[in-house]
Protein backbone atom coordinates (compact mmCIF):
# COMPACT_ATOMS: atom_id res chain seq x y z
CA UNK A 1 0.00 0.00 0.00
CA UNK A 2 2.73 2.18 0.99
CA UNK A 3 4.31 1.66 -2.43
CA UNK A 4 1.23 2.59 -4.14
CA UNK A 5 1.20 5.54 -2.77
CA UNK A 6 4.81 6.51 -3.05
CA UNK A 7 3.60 5.72 -7.01
CA UNK A 8 0.84 8.21 -7.12
CA UNK A 9 2.73 10.65 -5.45
CA UNK A 10 5.50 10.87 -7.91
CA UNK A 11 2.87 11.00 -10.51
CA UNK A 12 1.35 13.38 -9.46
CA UNK A 13 4.08 15.75 -9.02
CA UNK A 14 5.47 14.89 -12.88
CA UNK A 15 2.18 16.00 -13.89
CA UNK A 16 1.91 18.88 -11.88
CA UNK A 17 5.40 19.99 -12.80
CA UNK A 18 4.25 19.35 -16.38
CA UNK A 19 1.30 21.65 -15.77
CA UNK A 20 3.21 24.28 -14.44
CA UNK A 21 5.52 24.30 -17.41
CA UNK A 22 2.76 24.85 -19.86
CA UNK A 23 0.99 27.41 -18.03
CA UNK A 24 4.31 29.34 -17.79
CA UNK A 25 5.30 28.91 -21.41
CA UNK A 26 1.60 30.37 -22.18
CA UNK A 27 2.42 33.27 -19.70
CA UNK A 28 5.47 33.97 -21.32
CA UNK A 29 4.47 33.45 -25.12
CA UNK A 30 1.25 35.77 -24.58
CA UNK A 31 3.95 38.57 -23.19
CA UNK A 32 6.08 38.61 -25.45
CA UNK A 33 2.66 38.49 -27.88
CA UNK A 34 4.25 35.38 -29.37
CA UNK A 35 1.01 33.64 -31.09
CA UNK A 36 1.21 29.82 -29.73
CA UNK A 37 -1.13 27.04 -30.99
CA UNK A 38 -0.85 25.05 -34.06
CA UNK A 39 -3.57 27.57 -36.02
CA UNK A 40 -0.49 28.69 -38.37
CA UNK A 41 -0.56 25.82 -40.18
CA UNK A 42 -3.59 26.72 -42.26
CA UNK A 43 -2.17 30.43 -43.13
CA UNK A 44 0.20 30.29 -46.03
CA UNK A 45 3.84 29.45 -46.23
CA UNK A 46 5.48 31.89 -48.58
CA UNK A 47 8.50 30.08 -49.68
CA UNK A 48 9.02 27.30 -52.51
CA UNK A 49 10.81 24.02 -51.95
CA UNK A 50 13.25 23.22 -54.22
CA UNK A 51 12.36 19.42 -54.34
CA UNK A 52 8.68 18.30 -53.84
CA UNK A 53 9.14 14.36 -54.40
CA UNK A 54 6.40 14.59 -57.00
CA UNK A 55 3.94 16.11 -54.70
CA UNK A 56 2.08 19.65 -55.96
CA UNK A 57 3.09 22.18 -53.78
CA UNK A 58 3.36 26.06 -54.40
CA UNK A 59 4.50 29.07 -52.19
CA UNK A 60 1.19 29.93 -51.50
CA UNK A 61 0.25 26.47 -50.50
CA UNK A 62 0.05 26.16 -46.43
CA UNK A 63 2.14 25.82 -43.65
CA UNK A 64 0.55 22.07 -43.56
CA UNK A 65 1.26 21.47 -47.06
CA UNK A 66 4.86 22.08 -46.51
CA UNK A 67 5.32 20.04 -44.17
CA UNK A 68 3.49 17.29 -45.89
CA UNK A 69 6.13 17.53 -48.82
CA UNK A 70 8.81 17.55 -46.28
CA UNK A 71 7.13 14.46 -44.36
CA UNK A 72 7.08 12.80 -48.31
CA UNK A 73 10.73 13.90 -48.61
CA UNK A 74 11.78 12.10 -45.58
CA UNK A 75 9.82 9.02 -46.12
CA UNK A 76 11.51 8.85 -50.02
CA UNK A 77 15.17 8.70 -48.55
CA UNK A 78 14.19 6.43 -45.42
CA UNK A 79 12.47 4.03 -47.45
CA UNK A 80 15.54 3.68 -50.61
CA UNK A 81 18.04 3.75 -47.47
CA UNK A 82 16.76 1.09 -45.70
CA UNK A 83 16.73 -0.78 -48.81
CA UNK A 84 19.89 -0.05 -50.11
CA UNK A 85 21.60 -0.03 -46.89
CA UNK A 86 20.25 -3.94 -45.69
CA UNK A 87 21.13 -5.45 -49.55
CA UNK A 88 24.58 -3.64 -49.42
CA UNK A 89 25.09 -4.34 -45.78
CA UNK A 90 24.08 -8.24 -46.08
CA UNK A 91 27.19 -8.40 -48.96
CA UNK A 92 29.44 -6.75 -47.01
CA UNK A 93 28.56 -8.94 -44.11
CA UNK A 94 29.23 -12.00 -46.18
CA UNK A 95 32.24 -10.61 -47.78
CA UNK A 96 34.19 -10.53 -44.19
CA UNK A 97 33.53 -14.14 -43.75
CA UNK A 98 34.97 -14.63 -47.48
CA UNK A 99 37.60 -17.16 -47.49
CA UNK A 100 39.10 -15.11 -50.14
CA UNK A 101 41.78 -12.43 -48.27
CA UNK A 102 41.05 -9.90 -50.76
CA UNK A 103 37.65 -9.45 -50.69
CA UNK A 104 37.58 -10.23 -46.84
CA UNK A 105 40.33 -7.21 -46.28
CA UNK A 106 38.59 -4.87 -48.68
CA UNK A 107 35.09 -5.17 -46.73
CA UNK A 108 37.11 -5.38 -43.31
CA UNK A 109 38.99 -1.84 -44.34
CA UNK A 110 35.47 -0.74 -45.78
CA UNK A 111 33.70 -1.28 -42.69
CA UNK A 112 36.32 -0.05 -40.05
CA UNK A 113 36.71 3.59 -42.07
CA UNK A 114 33.39 4.05 -42.46
CA UNK A 115 32.25 3.34 -38.51
CA UNK A 116 35.12 5.54 -37.28
CA UNK A 117 33.97 8.63 -39.65
CA UNK A 118 31.39 10.95 -38.65
CA UNK A 119 28.44 10.71 -40.58
CA UNK A 120 27.91 14.89 -41.21
CA UNK A 121 31.43 14.34 -42.61
CA UNK A 122 30.80 11.88 -45.34
CA UNK A 123 27.82 13.71 -45.99
CA UNK A 124 29.26 16.84 -46.67
CA UNK A 125 32.09 14.96 -48.80
CA UNK A 126 29.30 12.94 -51.14
CA UNK A 127 27.75 16.71 -52.03
CA UNK A 128 31.31 18.38 -52.52
CA UNK A 129 32.17 15.15 -55.06
CA UNK A 130 28.65 15.75 -56.97
CA UNK A 131 28.86 19.40 -57.10
CA UNK A 132 32.53 19.97 -57.78
CA UNK A 133 33.80 17.03 -59.19
CA UNK A 134 31.39 15.25 -61.23
CA UNK A 135 31.35 17.63 -65.10
CA UNK A 136 28.78 19.68 -66.53
CA UNK A 137 25.78 18.03 -67.47
CA UNK A 138 27.41 18.59 -71.68
CA UNK A 139 29.93 16.74 -70.32
CA UNK A 140 28.45 14.11 -68.12
CA UNK A 141 30.23 10.70 -67.27
CA UNK A 142 27.93 7.75 -68.34
CA UNK A 143 29.12 4.54 -66.58
CA UNK A 144 26.22 2.75 -67.88
CA UNK A 145 23.70 3.38 -70.96
CA UNK A 146 21.03 5.92 -70.36
CA UNK A 147 22.82 6.87 -66.83
CA UNK A 148 24.59 9.85 -66.46
CA UNK A 149 26.63 11.28 -63.56
CA UNK A 150 26.92 15.17 -63.56
CA UNK A 151 27.25 18.07 -60.94
CA UNK A 152 23.40 18.37 -61.78
CA UNK A 153 22.82 15.39 -60.16
CA UNK A 154 22.13 11.44 -61.31
CA UNK A 155 19.86 11.04 -64.56
CA UNK A 156 18.49 7.55 -65.69
CA UNK A 157 16.18 5.87 -68.18
CA UNK A 158 12.46 5.32 -67.17
CA UNK A 159 10.04 2.91 -68.65
CA UNK A 160 8.97 4.53 -72.13
CA UNK A 161 11.78 7.55 -71.12
CA UNK A 162 15.63 8.01 -71.42
CA UNK A 163 17.52 11.52 -70.15
CA UNK A 164 18.52 13.74 -73.66
CA UNK A 165 20.63 16.18 -73.48
CA UNK A 166 18.84 19.35 -74.06
CA UNK A 167 20.54 22.79 -73.87
CA UNK A 168 22.55 23.09 -70.42
CA UNK A 169 20.64 20.11 -68.20
CA UNK A 170 19.12 16.66 -69.37
CA UNK A 171 15.37 16.05 -69.92
CA UNK A 172 13.25 12.83 -69.76
CA UNK A 173 13.92 9.82 -67.61
CA UNK A 174 14.48 9.97 -63.49
CA UNK A 175 16.61 12.49 -61.41
CA UNK A 176 17.92 12.26 -58.80
CA UNK A 177 19.18 16.11 -57.68
CA UNK A 178 22.85 16.43 -55.85
CA UNK A 179 21.56 16.83 -52.51
CA UNK A 180 19.43 13.92 -52.46
CA UNK A 181 21.71 11.75 -53.91
CA UNK A 182 24.60 12.63 -51.31
CA UNK A 183 22.15 11.97 -48.57
CA UNK A 184 21.00 8.17 -50.18
CA UNK A 185 24.42 7.81 -50.57
CA UNK A 186 25.94 8.54 -47.51
CA UNK A 187 22.81 7.17 -45.61
CA UNK A 188 23.71 3.47 -47.23
CA UNK A 189 27.04 2.97 -46.73
CA UNK A 190 27.03 4.30 -43.44
CA UNK A 191 24.24 2.71 -41.92
CA UNK A 192 25.68 -0.52 -44.22
CA UNK A 193 28.94 -1.21 -41.97
CA UNK A 194 26.70 -1.75 -39.22
CA UNK A 195 24.48 -3.79 -40.95
CA UNK A 196 27.38 -5.96 -42.03
CA UNK A 197 28.52 -6.19 -38.39
CA UNK A 198 25.54 -7.78 -37.38
CA UNK A 199 24.83 -10.23 -40.96
CA UNK A 200 28.43 -11.14 -39.99
CA UNK A 201 27.92 -11.72 -36.27
CA UNK A 202 24.43 -13.74 -37.02
CA UNK A 203 26.46 -15.99 -39.49
CA UNK A 204 29.28 -16.71 -36.91
CA UNK A 205 26.30 -18.02 -33.86
CA UNK A 206 25.15 -20.86 -36.48
CA UNK A 207 26.22 -23.57 -34.91
CA UNK A 208 29.55 -25.77 -36.47
CA UNK A 209 27.30 -28.79 -36.48
CA UNK A 210 24.80 -27.39 -38.69
CA UNK A 211 27.67 -26.30 -41.14
CA UNK A 212 29.05 -30.12 -40.74
CA UNK A 213 26.22 -31.79 -41.49
CA UNK A 214 25.36 -29.71 -45.18
CA UNK A 215 28.97 -30.84 -46.37
CA UNK A 216 28.05 -34.46 -44.89
CA UNK A 217 24.54 -34.20 -47.41
CA UNK A 218 26.63 -33.05 -50.24
CA UNK A 219 25.50 -29.51 -50.38
CA UNK A 220 27.90 -26.78 -52.10
CA UNK A 221 28.36 -23.33 -50.52
CA UNK A 222 25.88 -21.08 -51.75
CA UNK A 223 22.87 -23.99 -51.28
CA UNK A 224 24.79 -24.67 -47.90
CA UNK A 225 24.19 -20.75 -47.22
CA UNK A 226 20.59 -19.99 -48.36
CA UNK A 227 19.16 -23.26 -46.90
CA UNK A 228 21.20 -24.15 -43.55
CA UNK A 229 22.98 -20.54 -42.53
CA UNK A 230 20.62 -17.88 -43.04
CA UNK A 231 17.45 -19.65 -41.79
CA UNK A 232 19.42 -19.66 -38.70
CA UNK A 233 21.31 -16.40 -38.57
CA UNK A 234 18.33 -14.34 -39.47
CA UNK A 235 17.01 -15.13 -36.03
CA UNK A 236 20.01 -13.58 -34.34
CA UNK A 237 20.05 -10.58 -37.55
CA UNK A 238 16.95 -8.93 -37.48
CA UNK A 239 16.29 -7.96 -33.76
CA UNK A 240 18.92 -5.44 -34.18
CA UNK A 241 18.25 -4.39 -37.95
CA UNK A 242 15.52 -2.46 -36.12
CA UNK A 243 17.68 -0.10 -34.16
CA UNK A 244 19.87 0.23 -37.53
CA UNK A 245 16.90 1.24 -39.10
CA UNK A 246 15.56 3.82 -36.46
CA UNK A 247 18.87 5.17 -36.83
CA UNK A 248 19.20 5.48 -40.51
CA UNK A 249 15.20 7.59 -39.83
CA UNK A 250 16.79 9.71 -37.32
CA UNK A 251 19.98 10.35 -39.30
CA UNK A 252 18.18 11.56 -42.08
CA UNK A 253 17.35 14.76 -40.39
CA UNK A 254 20.98 15.56 -40.94
CA UNK A 255 19.73 16.36 -44.28
CA UNK A 256 19.21 20.26 -43.27
CA UNK A 257 22.94 20.49 -43.65
CA UNK A 258 23.42 19.96 -47.28
CA UNK A 259 20.40 21.72 -48.32
CA UNK A 260 18.14 18.83 -49.15
CA UNK A 261 14.28 19.84 -47.72
CA UNK A 262 13.64 16.72 -45.74
CA UNK A 263 10.64 17.59 -43.12
CA UNK A 264 13.10 18.94 -40.28
CA UNK A 265 14.57 21.48 -42.96
CA UNK A 266 10.86 22.45 -43.88
CA UNK A 267 9.97 22.04 -40.03
CA UNK A 268 12.58 24.77 -39.46
CA UNK A 269 11.91 27.18 -42.17
CA UNK A 270 8.33 27.67 -40.94
CA UNK A 271 9.77 28.12 -37.28
CA UNK A 272 11.62 30.96 -38.78
CA UNK A 273 9.22 32.76 -40.67
CA UNK A 274 6.42 32.23 -37.78
CA UNK A 275 8.71 32.19 -34.59
CA UNK A 276 6.48 29.34 -33.28
CA UNK A 277 9.59 27.26 -32.49
CA UNK A 278 7.51 25.24 -29.09
CA UNK A 279 5.12 24.08 -31.79
CA UNK A 280 7.27 23.34 -34.21
CA UNK A 281 9.81 21.12 -32.43
CA UNK A 282 6.88 19.47 -30.58
CA UNK A 283 5.55 18.38 -34.29
CA UNK A 284 9.19 17.14 -35.06
CA UNK A 285 9.19 15.35 -32.27
CA UNK A 286 5.53 14.03 -32.56
CA UNK A 287 6.72 12.50 -36.23
CA UNK A 288 9.93 11.42 -35.68
CA UNK A 289 8.46 9.23 -32.67
CA UNK A 290 5.24 8.39 -35.03
CA UNK A 291 7.76 6.95 -37.37
CA UNK A 292 9.96 4.87 -34.50
CA UNK A 293 7.56 3.49 -32.71
CA UNK A 294 5.47 2.23 -36.40
CA UNK A 295 8.96 0.71 -37.54
CA UNK A 296 9.96 -0.91 -34.67
CA UNK A 297 6.43 -2.17 -34.46
CA UNK A 298 7.05 -3.82 -38.21
CA UNK A 299 10.36 -4.99 -36.91
CA UNK A 300 8.94 -6.89 -33.89
CA UNK A 301 6.14 -8.37 -36.30
CA UNK A 302 8.51 -9.45 -38.81
CA UNK A 303 10.56 -11.44 -35.97
CA UNK A 304 7.85 -12.97 -34.18
CA UNK A 305 6.67 -14.44 -37.84
CA UNK A 306 10.31 -15.18 -38.45
CA UNK A 307 10.34 -17.32 -34.59
CA UNK A 308 6.97 -19.19 -35.36
CA UNK A 309 7.89 -20.32 -38.43
CA UNK A 310 10.98 -22.19 -36.39
Partial sequence: MKKIGFQAAAIALALG????????????????????????????AGFEIGETGGLAYGAADTYLRALAVGLGNTFRVAVLGIVGATVL?????LGRLSENPLVRGATAAYVEF??????????????????????????ALSPLPGVFLSNRGIFFPLPGSWPVLEGFNFSGGGHLSPEFAALLAGLVLYTATYIAEIVRAGILSVPKGQLEAARALGL???PTLRHVVLPHALRVIVPPLSSQYL????????????GYPDFVSVANTAINQTGQAIEGVALIMAVYLTISLALSALM????ARLLARG
Avoid at 22 to 44: K, P, Q
Avoid at 89 to 93: A, D, E, Q
Fill in 247 to 258: NLVKNSSLAVAI
Fill in 300 to 303: NWCN
Fill in 17 to 44: FAWYLVANTVDNLAARNIASGFGFLGRE
Fill in 89 to 93: GFLVG
Fill in 114 to 139: LRNTPLLVQLFFWYALITEAFPSPRE
Fill in 220 to 222: ERR
